[in-house]
């Protein structure tokens, strides 16, 4: 018998034990692999190509990158596990402890990939251990593809930060996003915080009834989407009250895309009821050089200049720059 292992999907001259335990291995509904130091393929089973949506091919002697066709191997002239960014590889990372370090290693790993002509990527929950063969040690990496799981997972952790009437962030992940946001070590630029609330939201209801009310928050939202960059951020305070975040944003532009999404609103309704929608906004710019003020201070502080612009007669917003009506004149 030879010092290695020689093929992957021949069979090797094993004695009656040997050919029990290797059909086991190949023929397991779990993805298998067997790798030396250099994540040179020893022996793979069937079940491993199929995680990599793969046919079952004869990988013997080729590094495991190569195989199952990294994403970071595909314009790169370096070999698998010889790069710089390989060692951000889980797969890279668990062999090195197991074989170094003497240590089983248990984790879960994210592994980018082509198919075909399309980039992939797969969650797994990686179990590698060592194995010895002939005097020579091997890492057995067993792999579980947890995928679906995790697309589940990302799922339900979405629908828990966003309010499901609207869409946006709840008020737990709004203020989040704004103690963050108020965190010296966290900010380094500026930004402004809109706080905004319908007018005469209860009229509204009481006369066109509450699934008419739905629809305003509905198309509101709807509207704010389309004007939004990607980094701003929109979450609802509570009832009809609503803070934007415009990150790196001065106020100017701020209360321009806030008069933007007004007067669309404001349009989209004009023929369907006769109560104006309208909201009142209140308006603060922060630079992080002149420092940071606690979130709830800000939050404070922006409710004053909402309400001013309430009692000033609604459909405008109020800030640092003074009065703006979100209707021309």
């Known amino acids: 018998m030879d010092n290695s292992i020689e093929q992957i999907n021949t069979h090797p001259p094993f004695n009656h034990e040997d050919e029990l335990f290797y059909s086991l291995f190949q023929y397991s509904m779990i993805g298998q692999v067997v790798v030396n130091k250099n994540l040179e393929i020893q022996m793979a089973n069937n079940q491993i190509f199929q995680c990599f949506q793969l046919g079952v091919q004869d990988a013997a002697g080729r590094p495991f990158g190569d195989v199952f066709h990294c994403i970071k191997l595909k314009h790169s002239s370096h070999k698998c596990g010889e790069a710089t960014r390989c060692k951000n590889c889980g797969v890279w990372r668990s062999v090195r402890e197991t074989l170094f370090c003497d240590a089983p290693v248990q984790s879960v790993i994210q592994y980018s990939f082509t198919a075909g002509r399309r980039r992939a990527r797969k969650w797994f929950q990686l179990n590698c251990g060592k194995v010895t063969w002939h005097n020579e040690q091997y890492a057995a990496l067993v792999f579980i593809d947890i995928s679906e799981m995790k697309r589940k997972e990302r799922h339900l952790r979405t629908k828990l ?118 909201f009142s906004a209140g308006a603060i710019h922060v630079e992080a050089v002149s420092g940071l003020p606690q979130y709830t201070d800000l939050i404070g502080d922006v409710d004053k200049l909402l309400y001013r612009a309430k009692r000033h007669g609604r459909g405008r917003v109020v800030s640092s720059m003074g009065e703006m009506l979100f209707t021309s004149e």
């Open 161 to 278: 930060t966003l309010d499901l009437a609207t869409g946006t962030l709840n008020k737990t992940s709004l203020m989040s996003a704004l103690q963050q946001l108020t965190e010296p070590d966290k900010t380094s630029g500026n930004f402004t915080v809109c706080m905004i609330d319908f007018d005469h939201f209860k009229v509204i209801n009481d006369r066109y009834g509450h699934l008419m009310g739905d629809k305003v928050l509905e198309v509101f939202s709807d509207i704010t989407r389309n004007n939004l960059r990607s980094n701003d951020v929109i979450g609802r305070y509570g009832g009809e009250e609503f803070i934007f975040i415009f990150y790196e944003t001065g106020q100017r532009q701020a209360l321009q895309i806030l008069k933007r999404i007004h007067c669309e609103l404001q349009k989209y309704f004009s023929n369907e009821i006769e109560v104006p929608v309208t």
